[in-house]
């Protein structure tokens, strides 16, 4: 993020660097003034690149975004499905354990009205 700030102030001096050059770019030791009063060589040489930059650097913060935000609903979904499972088995252990307790009296009584 930093990286992304300290590109935007250069874009952002790019003006100022372009009068500056344009004042002094005999003392730069160029054989010709590049800086034009429009700041187009500032423009294609300094900004373009360092924009391009920022693009692919803004498409691949999205892209992450995206794949992590698809991780995190995978996980809510598995998370959901174990509780899901966890209740159905803690259900049928409370229906197993209720059987069986069940279970043995009916025989008893069964036993008992046959005598």
Not at 11 to 38: C, H, K, M
Not at 62 to 86: F, P, Y
Request: proline content about 2%; aromatic content about 6%; some cysteine.
């Amino acid at each position: 993020m930093g990286f992304m700030i300290c590109i935007g102030l250069i874009v952002r001096l790019a003006e100022y660097l372009n009068t500056t050059g344009s004042a002094r770019w005999q003392e730069f030791g160029i054989t010709q003034n590049y800086f034009d009063r429009g700041g187009i060589f500032m423009g294609i040489m300094v900004c373009a690149p360092l924009l391009m930059v920022c693009l692919c650097m803004l498409i691949h913060m999205i892209r992450e975004a995206s794949n992590l935000l698809k991780d995190v609903t995978q996980m809510k979904h598995s998370a959901k499905s174990r509780q899901k499972a966890k209740k159905d088995e803690e259900k049928k252990k409370k229906d197993e354990k209720k059987n069986s307790t069940a279970g043995p009296r009916r025989s008893q009584r069964t036993n008992k009205k046959k005598d």
